[in-house]
């Protein structure tokens, strides 16, 4: 895992243009083929917002109401007051529920939406393969999941909350205008005193919060990188416990999980040192406003200016005012963790874009009906050269095998008729028609056994008797009767048993040209035979490449070619040369 690949990603993806790039990540949806309910769940949720902003409204006067019917002890306007209220705190109460409710429907929507897009793209032009080749972003499982997730909630939560302050701040600042009066200061008349107040004390707290709070952001970065590093060595060990276990590797795996949970500690650490500094500043600062307000109007209600009433109505309208005006304040960690979530998800997106628009430098189109290399060269990331001029011609029917020191290229040499590689230049024509490639360590689905059989074809493709036919021809009679048996296969099964599952895959597709790349390296020479000749009896004019090391697969091929000293070369099928 490259990890400055990683953070120089992140630089390139949002420098200077964070605003604009986001934007671009959030609009899309909402000129979609979804765009109708979309909108519609979102102007039904700003409508509820700004009716809950209404009824606040409602509530300041009825909290005038309600202190000066205590002051001046009118026992019948106190009950007529507590019977609004009981209808009032009903109906706000039903539409915080809807509005909550309607917020995780779009939620949910909007998430479904993009992650299907970043499915797409991920998936797309061999994206997901290469990426990870090259090393540029690190754990795309959790920027397809959990970065994905947070960032639909948290830009909704966001946004929602920030115009509903809006509209909060407007409505009370216009009451506390009306109601906090003049007061002379240094011999000036300040009109609306208390709304100054409220600004200047929300900006001095929103200035001091981001000094203390400025490093969340990286530190936020960091804190995903290094959980996303954990889950993923934990799959690993999993994904590999029989190697661990049989190699006694448990102390050297528990030191690799600790070190990278100690990333996790220190970084934590780091956070809760910044939000412990944070915590102590807004606590404060919340505690203070609570008294804030009745402090500056107190004199005032002494001098007979305001009621009880009214002195209670600034307080309240005040701290509106100045909670409004703390928006920043109050969601400065939620802020934090939202712009980290963006960055990784705008550094895997721009990898993802580089990707489709990098010019191939081995050009690979299928024309024709016959393999065709010419002027091949192919190197590694690492600028080694591996193949050299390197022309090849394989007609329909030919059975090409392909050997050569381990190292030496031939499976690269695959890859790039497959279309996987970036490095190196050339033209490599790939014949129409049924195609498949058979790896060494084959893939198996989890699902049931006829699905990983058919993959990627649907379950259902075959009959139950084509099945049963290949299992047989594959020497795997113990599995017909598991077919319909879901199961993690590629762990129930032993290596030699995977790839001759794969063999019964391919006699299943029946592909036209077929290239194998080691793909009987786990069985013994005896299996390893009857494989290729059920291939060749049950799949007639097929076309073979086959990569593999041992000499017993001369008999099953017409030509040979070794790879050596970065030159194909051709070699007579008689000489006793290893394979």
């Given at each position: 895992?490259?990890?400055?690949?990683?953070?120089?990603?992140?630089?390139?993806?949002?420098?200077?243009?964070?605003?604009?790039?986001?934007?671009?990540?959030?609009?899309?949806?909402?000129?979609?083929?979804?765009?109708?309910?979309?909108?519609?769940?979102?102007?039904?949720?700003?409508?509820?917002?700004?009716?809950?902003?209404?009824?606040?409204?409602?509530?300041?006067?009825?909290?005038?109401?309600?202190?000066?019917?205590?002051?001046?002890?009118?026992?019948?306007?106190?009950?007529?007051?507590?019977?609004?209220?009981?209808?009032?705190?009903?109906?706000?109460?039903?539409?915080?529920?809807?509005?909550?409710?309607?917020?995780?429907?779009?939620?949910?929507?909007?998430?479904?939406?993009?992650?299907?897009?970043?499915?797409?793209?991920?998936?797309?032009?061999?994206?997901?393969?290469?990426?990870?080749?090259?090393?540029?972003?690190?754990?795309?499982?959790?920027?397809?999941?959990?970065?994905?997730?947070?960032?639909?909630?948290?830009?909704?939560?966001?946004?929602?909350?920030?115009?509903?302050?809006?509209?909060?701040?407007?409505?009370?600042?216009?009451i506390l205008w009306g109601i906090s009066g003049t007061i002379e200061l240094f011999?000036?008349?300040?009109?609306?005193?208390?709304?100054?107040?409220?600004?200047?004390?929300?900006?001095?707290?929103?200035?001091?919060?981001?000094?203390?709070?400025?490093?969340?952001?990286?530190?936020?970065?960091?804190?995903?990188?290094?959980?996303?590093?954990?889950?993923?060595?934990?799959?690993?060990?999993?994904?590999?416990?029989?190697?661990?276990?049989?190699?006694?590797?448990?102390?050297?795996?528990?030191?690799?999980?600790?070190?990278?949970?100690?990333?996790?500690?220190?970084?934590?650490?780091?956070?809760?040192?910044?939000?412990?500094?944070?915590?102590?500043?807004?606590?404060?600062?919340?505690?203070?406003?609570?008294?804030?307000?009745?402090?500056?109007?107190?004199?005032?209600?002494?001098?007979?200016?305001?009621?009880?009433?009214?002195?209670?109505?600034?307080?309240?309208?005040?701290?509106?005012?100045q909670g409004s005006l703390s928006w920043f304040i109050n969601a400065y960690t939620d802020l934090a963790t939202w712009r980290a979530t963006c960055d990784r998800l705008l550094s895997f997106r721009q990898a993802m874009d580089d990707n489709e628009q990098r010019a191939p430098g081995v050009e690979v189109k299928r024309h024709g009906h016959q393999l065709h290399i010419k002027d091949l060269d192919l190197t590694l990331g690492n600028g080694r050269q591996l193949l050299q001029n390197a022309a090849l011609d394989v007609a329909a029917g030919d059975r090409v095998l392909l050997s050569g020191r381990s190292g030496s290229g031939k499976s690269t040499l695959l890859r790039a008729m497959g279309n996987l590689l970036t490095h190196g230049r050339g033209r490599i024509d790939m014949p129409e028609g049924r195609t498949m490639f058979m790896p060494q360590k084959p893939y198996l689905p989890i699902g049931t056994l006829r699905e990983a059989l058919s993959y990627p074809q649907p379950g259902d493709v075959y009959s139950q008797e084509r099945y049963a036919h290949v299992l047989q021809l594959c020497r795997l009679p113990q599995l017909i009767e598991r077919l319909d048996e879901p199961a993690h296969w590629q762990s129930l099964l032993s290596p030699g048993e995977q790839q001759r599952v794969a063999f019964a895959r391919t006699l299943l597709y029946a592909p036209q040209w077929l290239y194998l790349d080691e793909a009987t390296s786990a069985m013994d020479e005896e299996d390893e035979a009857s494989l290729y000749q059920a291939l060749i009896d049950e799949l007639p004019g097929l076309t073979l490449i086959s990569v593999g090391h041992r000499s017993s697969l001369k008999r099953f091929h017409s030509r040979h070619i070794r790879l050596e000293g970065g030159h194909l070369q051709p070699q007579a099928m008689g000489e006793a040369t290893t394979v």
């Open positions: 895992m490259n990890q400055n690949a990683e953070h120089s990603a992140v630089n390139d993806a949002v420098r200077g243009h964070f605003a604009r790039r986001v934007w671009k990540l959030i609009t899309p949806y909402w000129k979609s083929e979804e765009k109708g309910k979309a909108w519609s769940l979102l102007v039904t949720i700003i409508v509820l917002s700004l009716a809950s902003v209404a009824m606040s409204v409602w509530f300041n006067s009825w909290n005038r109401d309600m202190y000066n019917s205590l002051q001046e002890k009118h026992y019948e306007q106190f009950i007529q007051l507590i019977l609004y209220f009981c209808g009032m705190a009903a109906v706000y109460i039903a539409m915080g529920v809807t509005r909550i409710y309607l917020t995780q429907m779009l939620t949910i929507r909007w998430r479904r939406w993009l992650t299907e897009k970043h499915f797409k793209q991920w998936l797309a032009h061999k994206s997901y393969y290469r990426l990870e080749q090259q090393g540029v972003t690190d754990n795309p499982d959790q920027r397809l999941s959990e970065d994905l997730r947070d960032f639909t909630s948290d830009t909704l939560s966001i946004g929602l909350g920030l115009i509903s302050n809006i509209v909060n701040l407007v409505s009370f600042s216009v011999g000036i008349n300040i009109p609306g005193y208390m709304f100054w107040a409220a600004f200047l004390y929300a900006l001095a707290g929103s200035l001091i919060t981001h000094l203390l709070g400025r490093r969340l952001i990286s530190l936020s970065n960091n804190q995903q990188r290094f959980e996303a590093d954990l889950r993923f060595g934990l799959i690993r060990v999993r994904e590999n416990a029989e190697t661990i276990a049989l190699l006694d590797g448990e102390p050297v795996e528990n030191q690799r999980l600790s070190a990278r949970f100690n990333q996790i500690w220190k970084n934590y650490w780091a956070i809760m040192r910044v939000q412990k500094r944070m915590n102590i500043f807004t606590n404060g600062y919340a505690q203070i406003a609570n008294i804030f307000p009745i402090v500056v109007a107190s004199p005032r209600y002494f001098s007979g200016a305001i009621e009880l009433g009214v002195l209670m109505q600034v307080a309240d309208a005040f701290g509106s005012v």
